[in-house]
């Protein structure tokens, strides 16, 4: 089993920054890779970005240039720092632990508004 802690969301202005950490404990030797999804409400959970054991980050198309994933390995914490955030960022942001047999794990979500 794997454990997920996040931490960092809450209300922003447009434009703002916020950076989500999640720390991953528990059997996390097997890690293939971490990342962030997201859930509006009324819309389907999707991928935010993701980046890959050995560093590699995959982004999705409507926060390049905006978000940056990063991964610290001692302790097994992941960031997103956030830029330029728009309201149509609002959303439950949520951690992934995909281990070596593609089994997911999920933190319990945090928050983030983006609003004047």
């Known amino acids: 089993q794997v454990q997920l802690v996040e931490s960092g969301g809450g209300l922003v202005q447009p434009g703002g920054s916020l950076r989500l950490s999640c720390t991953a404990s528990?059997?996390?030797?097997?890690?293939?890779?971490m990342g962030w999804y997201r859930q509006a409400p009324g819309k389907q959970r999707e991928l935010v970005a993701e980046?890959?054991?050995?560093?590699?980050?995959t982004y999705a198309d409507f926060v390049k240039g905006r978000f940056t994933i990063s991964r610290d390995n001692a302790p097994n914490m992941v960031y997103l720092q956030m830029n330029s955030l728009k309201p149509e960022d609002t959303a439950v942001y949520y951690c992934n632990f995909r281990n070596w047999r593609a089994v997911d794990f999920w933190g319990q979500g945090t928050q983030v508004t983006v609003s004047s």
């Open positions: 980046i890959t054991r050995g560093g590699n980050p």
């Open positions: 528990g059997t996390i030797f097997n890690m293939n890779a």
